[in-house]
């Protein structure tokens, strides 16, 4: 969606900075910019990068970076604008505004705008633009509920829930891959151990303070593993292609609703794999996960409405 614009910049000999919270999407990101734009310079910023921070055509860095800029950018995009720590720190804010010029343009992006922003929209002090349909013009993938009673008392002792079970072998049998969600680090840690002795199956887990973090979902994304253990560090911005979704413990607090529609939308995003399976395993239904599910059928309602999606293929 950036492209045009990024093109545009550059044209008129414009400096851009994308600034993103996580340094996971960072490193996501900026291949994906060099390869759609060869001839320009671009510079990637992060806490473990060895680049230096120069004042390059294109920047592609993390908030906490931008430390380093003053004045220097004419278009400035923040993504995942909702996300932590941005709207946490008003520190970051100020940060991003001091690394601008004074007339400098500024794009927030969102997939799950804060109710605070859905309320500026809505009474006009926010200009917006609601795009319901991806790039690739497919539907978004609506979740799935599957009951699964007890599932951190069962990873605790050492035991793979059935339910889990199941969708894990039919994953095997049908050679899918797929990202298992969990909520805390230690919980993912003894479903990590339970999978391994149950099902002899050798998974990586990655979570936020994993040193071999980086490592473990370069080598997911370039296949190597069938699944993945991952707390909520890739819960937006990483693309992996043709992969499934497993939530478990969908229940847990920590699963608002926009970090349910994040997770889901980590299914679909390749206009070669445009579908997937999303399964929230629960030990009962929240509002949270209704919500999720709800906008996630409401904006492929708008977008079918407005003609902008195609058939799903066979």
């Known amino acids: 969606m950036m492209f045009e614009s990024i093109s545009d910049a550059l044209i008129a000999g414009k400096r851009v900075c994308w600034a993103i919270p996580r340094s996971d999407v960072v490193i996501d990101l900026a291949p994906r910019i060099k390869t759609a734009f060869p001839n320009a310079k671009i510079v990637t910023l992060h806490g473990n990068s060895d680049e230096k ?35 946490f ?6 940060i991003a505004k001091r690394a601008c010029k004074q007339n400098a343009a500024t794009l927030y992006l969102s997939a799950t705008p804060t109710r605070v922003d859905q309320a500026k929209i ?14 690739h013009l497919f539907p978004l993938d609506v979740p799935k509920y599957k009951w699964c009673a007890n599932f951190y008392k069962k990873v605790a002792k050492n035991k793979v829930p059935i339910q889990a079970l199941a969708w894990i072998n039919r994953k095997i049998k049908d050679e899918r891959r797929a990202l ?18 149950q099902m002899n ?63 889901s939308g980590r299914v679909g995003r390749n206009p070669k794999w445009p579908t997937g399976e999303i399964m929230f395993f629960h030990h009962g239904i929240t ?6 599910k709800s906008q996630i059928i409401n904006m492929n309602r708008s977008a079918r409405e407005q003609g902008l999606l195609k058939e799903i293929p066979s």
Not at 89 to 94: G, S
């Open 287 to 292: 509002k949270a996960m209704e919500d999720a």
């Open 122 to 135: 809505k009474n006009g002090s926010l200009r917006s633009c609601i795009i319901p349909a991806r790039y």
């Open 89 to 94: 720190d008003e520190m970051l804010v100020r």
């Open 53 to 87: 921070a120069d004042y390059g055509d294109i920047v592609v860095t993390t908030v906490h970076q931008m430390i380093r800029f003053y004045e220097a950018f004419d278009f400035l995009i923040i993504d995942e604008v909702d996300a932590f720590p941005y709207t």
């Open 201 to 263: 199956l050798n998974i990586d887990f990655v979570y936020s303070s994993d040193p071999d973090r980086f490592d473990k979902v370069i080598r997911f994304k370039q296949g190597e593993g069938q699944f993945l253990i991952t707390t909520m560090i890739l819960e937006r911005g990483v693309t992996i292609p043709n992969i499934d979704v497993a939530i478990f413990g969908t229940e847990h607090d920590i699963y608002e609703e926009s970090a349910l529609v994040q997770i």
């Open 180 to 197: 298992l969600f969990v909520p805390t680090i230690d919980c993912g840690a003894k479903f990590q151990s339970a999978l391994k002795k």
